[in-house]
């Protein structure tokens, strides 16, 4: 059984940056397509970013060029940059293995004031 860990959400200024990161217990982990997910307010969970084990990467086109994911697998870690915050970017934030999510974990709030 996987289990996620997300921190590093707060409250930040239109055009500030964050840095997200993930605990994942257990070593399927390292074999598994990893990426961040957000839900907005009123809004479904969205997948936004996503890397291979490989470090192939693929964003969504609101964050393309803004967001920057990585993952460590020394220690189970998966981060998300995020740069030019925009209020829209507000939402809970997860990480989680696409195609097929696990249980999610608990996420962390990133909440963009402009």
């Known amino acids: 059984q996987v289990q996620l860990v997300e921190s590093g959400g707060g409250l930040v200024q239109a055009g500030g940056s964050l840095r997200l990161s993930c605990a994942a217990s257990?070593?399927?982990?390292?074999?598994?397509?990893m990426g961040w997910y957000r839900r907005a307010p009123g809004k479904e969970r969205e997948l936004v970013a996503s890397?291979?084990?490989?470090?192939?990467?693929n964003y969504a086109d609101s964050v393309k060029g803004r967001f920057i994911i990585a993952r460590d697998d020394t220690k189970n870690m998966v981060y998300l940059r995020m740069n030019s915050l925009k209020p829209e970017d507000t939402a809970v934030y997860y990480c989680?293995?696409?195609?097929?999510?696990?249980?999610w974990g608990q996420g962390t709030q990133v909440t963009v004031s402009s």
């Open positions: 257990g070593s399927i982990f390292r074999i598994q397509t």
């Open positions: 989680n293995s696409p195609p097929s999510p696990r249980a």
């Open positions: 890397i291979t084990t490989s470090l192939s990467t």
